[in-house]
């Protein structure tokens, strides 16, 4: 499989894909794949039998509309989401953490409250009145 960079060369958009060639350090290239326990963004994390599944007790929900709460959801268990599973073997390998941050082995999981961004708010970055 060709890198990013090779794929613009070959596009025809060699001066581009140079210049993005200057920032192609400490990066971790992510690919689809049906194999479980790589790395990987979103979706359902692979986690073994003994680690359950991370939630939030005490979830609170404010819809807002005006900058005014029109409605609150108490919850008493939410679900987190995954945002990034890591293979911290496959990561060493590849020689891209040239800087030894991370350890050389094993999974890193990182997960989402949803109580951290209340989703009008995130929706109102994307879509502004």
Known sequence: MSSPIDQLIEAGFPDEAY???K???NCI???ETENKGLTKTGGIPDLPPEI???TLTGYTMNW???GMTVKTEKYAQSAMQLVLQLDLDALSESGCDTDKILPESGMLWIFLSGELLDLLT???LFFPN
């Open 29 to 31: 290239p992510l690919v």
């Open 64 to 66: 807002k509309q005006g």
């Open 122 to 124: 995130l929706s109102s």
């Open 52 to 54: 359950t599944y991370p």
């Open 23 to 25: 920032y192609e350090v």
């Open 19 to 21: 210049e993005l060639k």
